[in-house]
């Protein structure tokens, strides 16, 4: 019983930190999310991306492989995280980075369009009478040794690819998916208050439209990625050999972090018209 109440009173002060003290909550949930020093910090994750079509059995259709690398930037009234976001989809049973795929549902091959998003900034400025509510705002669930941060994000929005110009890729004029993180780290390290920089680990699980190069705009249904990872200590240099490769000889920029804010944020779709904007010209 000694052990126990004497367990209790070590661990009972780190709860009672975080509820009292929004400031410390909020440098803990970004020195997990990236260093606070504002070096470059690498998020490593992997998985696979199924179908999910009503009244069919969910196949799995790519590997996954992406990352994202971040840079955190003090501001007067809090931090922003600056960042870009790579992913390339894999032959599920050889691994290898593809460039063409042959859509089960069509039969046809079509190129890949990887994923290159730049930027996908975040704000976390807060004024003095909204920081005390930080908890709500970044959730979190302490779970034995670890703290869990969470995030459950539902995006539903106008289609930044409308189908009277796009109807071959998109299937609604409205943008719906479902985006779920979970951040977890030791209470240990998130102890050490003079660190910048906090391991952790992650899991990505996101329900999303299908991406505009499967053309798919007619068929119903939707993409599964469910993905998970750590923060690499090495950062860039750990990433794999040849998705390293890639990106040094296709999209150079994303072996580092952004140094400046920018808007808006990039997602598949805006990326693919922006490919197309050329042609929207002559429309």
């Known amino acids: 019983m000694r052990k126990l109440i004497l367990l209790m009173i070590l661990i009972l002060p780190l709860g009672l930190l975080a509820q009292m003290d929004p400031g410390t909550y909020l440098r803990d949930y970004l020195r997990v999310r990236s260093d606070l020093s504002g070096k470059d910090s690498v998020y490593h994750i992997q998985g696979k991306v199924y179908s999910l079509i009503p009244g069919e059995k969910s196949m799995e259709l790519f590997a996954y492989d992406a990352f994202q690398i971040s840079r955190i930037v003090e501001t007067e009234t809090g931090f922003r995280l600056l960042a870009r976001e790579a992913g390339v989809f894999r032959d599920h049973r050889t691994r290898q980075i593809l460039h063409s795929w042959r859509n089960p549902f069509t039969q046809e091959t079509l190129p890949i369009i990887h994923i290159w998003n730049d930027p996908v900034n975040q704000v976390f400025e807060y004024e003095a009478n909204t920081l005390p509510f930080i908890r ?148």
């Open 136 to 283: 709500q705002f970044l959730p979190s669930t302490e779970l034995e040794d670890k703290v869990v941060y969470h995030s459950e994000i539902f995006p539903f929005y106008p289609h930044v690819l409308p189908r009277r110009l796009f109807g071959e890729y998109v299937q609604s004029d409205y943008f719906q998916s479902a985006e779920l993180h979970e951040f977890s780290a030791k209470k240990a390290a998130l102890a050490d208050s003079l660190a910048s920089w906090v391991p952790a680990e992650v899991s990505f699980t996101w329900i999303a439209p299908w991406l505009p190069f499967m053309k798919m705009g007619d068929r119903e249904g939707q993409l599964l990625f469910v993905c998970r990872g750590t923060k690499l200590e090495e950062g860039f240099a750990a990433l794999p050999q040849d998705l390293k490769e890639y990106v040094r000889t296709t999209n150079p920029a994303f072996a580092e972090a952004p140094t400046e804010f920018a808007e808006p944020n990039i997602n598949p779709w805006s990326y693919f018209r922006m490919l197309q904007e050329p042609s929207l010209e002559t429309r």
